[in-house]
């Protein structure tokens, strides 16, 4: 069974420019999350798709936003970029539902690497 | 607001030997789920041992086990037999039942098992 894959890898962009990651989620796993984990600030809840629908979001500013595609696919996009947002960012999926058996943990990716000059 | 703290930054271990990583939390929930990750120098993070707060008996899977205590708000993971392919950063994890999706992440603890 294929994990969770992320794209791309690398990702290098200017300040004030714009990002977008990619996130294919276990076949079968409906929910898909994003969090960034920034040197220094460990890993930060992003947002939580389900069914197309963001269902939470964390502290972040609504530059950063998203969305779920009907093949649960999910993209990460990052309007303006700050230097700050350099970090890896980590998609996770799971299954939709407590009371699917286990529904409630995430497998993550393997990671983008954003780089902001 | 729920916390995680892991008060260890780094943990050296001898092959074959144990290491025990501490993590607390701070919550008002009553049902919620904990989780140990491990974060390895390819930066994948892989889901290691799982514990539902309902059940009183310590997860255990292979070498790995927890020793849970809820009314001390208390999660550790014991490493048994520690390999070098355990080299690698663990996080403990909380998330509520009733508002699940938003994992909290710990600081995190560097593991590095020596020869």
């Known amino acids: 069974e294929a994990g969770v894959t992320q794209s791309p890898t690398h990702l290098i962009k200017t300040r004030g420019q714009q990002a977008t990651l990619r996130c294919s989620p276990i076949?079968?796993?409906?929910?898909v999350y994003w969090y960034q984990q920034a040197l220094g600030l460990g890993l930060q809840f992003l947002l939580w798709?389900?069914?197309?629908?963001?269902?939470n979001r964390g502290n972040f500013p609504p530059r950063f936003s998203g969305r779920q595609f009907p093949n649960y696919s999910s993209e990460l996009n990052v309007n303006a970029l700050e230097l700050e947002d350099s970090a890896l960012y980590l998609c996770a999926s799971s299954l939709a539902g407590q009371s699917v058996p286990r529904g409630y943990e995430q497998y993550f990716g393997p990671g983008t690497r954003l780089t902001v000059t | 607001a729920q916390t995680v703290t892991q008060s260890q930054p780094e943990m050296s271990v001898q092959e074959a030997e144990t290491v025990t990583l501490s993590c607390t939390y701070d919550?008002?929930?009553?049902?919620?789920?904990l989780f140990w990750y491990k974060q390895p120098p390819s930066r994948q993070m892989i889901l290691v041992i799982r514990q539902e707060a309902y059940k009183q008996q310590n997860a255990t899977e292979n070498r790995f086990s927890v020793n849970f205590q809820k009314a001390a708000k208390s999660f550790s993971l014991k490493i048994s037999d520690s390999q070098l392919g355990d080299t690698a950063m663990y996080f403990c994890?909380?998330?509520?039942?009733?508002?699940?999706?938003?994992?909290?992440f710990g600081a995190g603890t560097q593991v590095v098992v020596t020869p």
């Open positions: 076949s079968g796993h409906t929910s």
């Open positions: 919550t008002s929930e009553s049902n919620y789920y």
């Open positions: 798709y389900d069914e197309g629908e963001e269902r």
């Open positions: 994890a909380f998330t509520p039942t009733d508002s699940w999706g938003k994992l909290q």
